[in-house]
């Protein structure tokens, strides 16, 4: 089965997988304000920076891990996306950062640092791709635009910009989702075992990078899920520079489909339910349209606290890519983080878990239309409804940021094109 190149959770998540295989030494290390660019030359180029195409991390917790880039790049048991852009001459440059939860201008500096080496160590004059995975699309897309804006910054001389799987329309982490976190990081938050992974969960789910990124957000139990206001300033500044890079060719994929067939999660089922030591009767739903309760938290000492939202769409079961799928590795999915938090808070799950739903609808990767819209989420994608130049879309709605043979082989074709 193909791997995520970008895991939300990373080692927050119960049981997640401890380490990968290492990766092969790079050729080049250079050490950027903010982050580390790892340089694999092609071995068509003997060595040389010729045609560089630098590839950005995404979010999740903690710093970039080389070896786990490398494993969802590389070792995915489908389509060795750097090899193959090897045997087109193209050398690869990994973009990581200290911080992947810094707030998506900071580490557009790193990406600006980034290219800036790439320019200063290429040998001849060909033009860079330059983009990245989930967020790493929306950090890339805003560095080339505030270097085309900004004239104490020079001409970023790329060709193409690549987006995987990228929330340019934002994200969708279900407010049940967050609302359950946040809870349990203030119940159990001081438990000797589990309290440092609550307080490290909810954190994450605060932090800049995705409070900019999520199209709703609460900050803690109570509040109405709404565009934080960090996304609002985030968004009004990338309005500024443009919105988009101008002088480049933008082209992106989708972990999602074009159809507008969704991934079979029923609007308002219960995706999780748990009872027990710590908890009574606590559930969560899938997200539904209308006025809605999506969760019932409660302690077995507490009052219940409901989760309402109002006026938000059908989103869980909308077609994109979706939260990573549990699988023998630990990942968790979405409501699956919560289940393994539960059993792990000493309840008893309910075995009809929905694991996994929609974290970036298919027009948000695309650019293709406001995933507050339930409409827009269902109806097919059209050529002239992207800001992109050229997008596909897969086949299936599969993991966030999984490389296929299908999506990379596209994306090959699109590079090779460029010249």
């Not at 983009?131 to 790493?136: D, P, Q, R, V, W």
């Not at 976190?181 to 995705?210: C, E, K, M, V, Y």
């Not at 694991?355 to 990767?365: G, H």
């Amino acid at each position: 089965m193909s791997t995520s190149v970008v895991d939300v959770w990373g080692q927050l998540a119960p049981q997640a997988r401890s380490s990968f295989p290492p990766a092969p030494e790079p050729h080049d290390e250079w050490p950027l304000s903010g982050g580390t660019a790892w340089v694999y030359y092609s071995p068509l180029n003997r060595r040389q920076l010729i045609r560089p195409v630098i590839l950005s991390d995404g979010f999740s917790g903690g710093a970039s891990n080389l070896d786990q880039l490398w494993n969802g790049l590389e070792e995915n048991g489908d389509f060795r996306f750097v090899s193959e852009l090897h045997a087109i001459g193209r050398d690869v440059i990994i973009l990581g950062y200290e911080d992947r939860t810094a707030s998506i201008t900071a580490n557009a500096d790193t990406a600006i640092d980034s290219i800036r080496r790439a320019i200063a160590e290429r040998v001849g004059q060909a033009r860079l791709t330059v983009g990245g995975f989930s967020m790493g699309g929306l950090v890339t897309r805003y560095a080339l635009a505030k270097m085309e804006q900004d004239p104490g910054l020079p001409d970023h001389e790329t060709a193409v910009h690549l987006s995987y799987d990228s929330p340019h329309h934002g994200g969708w982490l279900p407010v049940s989702l967050q609302a359950f976190t946040h809870f349990a990081a203030d119940n159990w938050g001081d438990n000797p075992q589990l309290g440092p992974i609550l307080r490290q969960l909810s954190g994450l789910l605060n932090s800049p990078a995705a409070r900019q990124m999520a199209r709703w957000h609460i900050a803690k139990v109570g509040d109405a899920p709404g565009q934080a206001p960090e996304r609002l300033a985030f968004l009004k500044e990338l309005d500024e520079l443009g919105g988009w890079p101008r002088n480049v060719r933008r082209i992106g994929v989708a972990n999602g489909v074009s159809t507008g067939v969704g991934n079979g999660i029923k609007a308002g089922a219960t995706a999780v339910r748990g009872d027990g030591q710590t908890l009574r009767d606590t559930w969560l739903k899938a997200q539904d349209s209308g006025d809605q309760i999506v969760a019932n938290l409660q302690t077995v000492d507490g009052r219940p606290t409901p989760v309402r939202t109002s006026g938000l769409p059908d989103i869980d079961g909308a077609p994109g890519g979706l939260f990573t799928l549990p699988s023998a590795a630990g990942d968790a999915g979405s409501f699956g983080l919560v289940a393994a938090l539960m059993a792990l808070l000493g309840n008893t799950v309910d075995p009809d878990v929905i694991s996994t739903s929609c974290f970036i609808p298919s027009i948000s990767a695309v650019a293709a239309g406001d995933i507050a819209d339930s409409g827009a989420l269902y109806r097919p994608i059209t050529a002239d409804s992207s800001a992109l130049d050229a997008f596909t879309c897969a086949s299936r709605n599969e993991g966030h940021t999984t490389m296929t043979q299908e999506l990379g082989e596209w994306i090959m074709n699109e590079i090779a094109a460029s010249e």
